[in-house]
C-alpha cells in the first residue's frame, strides 16, 4: 500500500520560514520525481517543485529563490524548505509521487502565512 505523509504545516508570519516532509512508503522512492504542489482556497492545484531521480530540480517562478526541494533516498522523504514566506504562499501543500504511468498524493499540510 502506497502511502505519502506530508508534515510540517502551520501557521506563520510574513517573512518566517517552514520545512515541509513528505515521508513515501509502499513505492521504489528512488525512482520516483517527486513533487510539491499546493491548492489555495478557490484556486487549482499548483505546481511548486519537483526533484526526479536525478537530483535535478525544478520550481514555479513564484517561488524560485526562496523554497528548495531536496531529497533523502535513505529515508524516502522528500523536502520542501520555504524561506521568506509570503501570504500568497498560504494554501494546502501536497507530495506527489510520478513514475512512469504511476502516480501518488498525499493528504496535504497546510501552511497558512499571516500577520
Not at 49 to 60: E, L, Q, R
Not at 82 to 88: G, K
Amino acid at each position: 500500500q502506497v502511502q505519502l505523509v506530508e508534515s510540517g504545516g502551520g501557521l506563520v508570519q510574513p517573512g518566517a520560514s517552514l520545512r515541509l516532509s513528505c515521508a513515501a512508503s509502499g513505492i521504489l522512492f528512488r525512482l520516483y520525481t517527486m513533487g510539491w504542489y499546493r491548492q489555495a482556497p478557490g484556486k487549482q492545484r499548483e505546481l511548486v517543485a519537483t526533484i526526479p531521480s536525478d537530483g535535478n530540480t525544478n520550481y514555479a517562478p513564484s517561488v524560485k529563490g526562496r523554497f528548495t526541494i531536496s531529497r533523502d533516498n535513505a529515508k524516502n522523504t522528500v523536502y520542501l524548505q520555504m524561506n521568506s514566506l509570503r501570504p500568497e504562499d498560504a494554501a494546502v501543500y501536497y507530495c506527489n509521487a510520478a513514475f512512469q504511468f504511476l502516480e501518488y498524493w498525499g493528504k496535504g499540510t497546510l501552511v497558512t502565512v499571516s500577520s
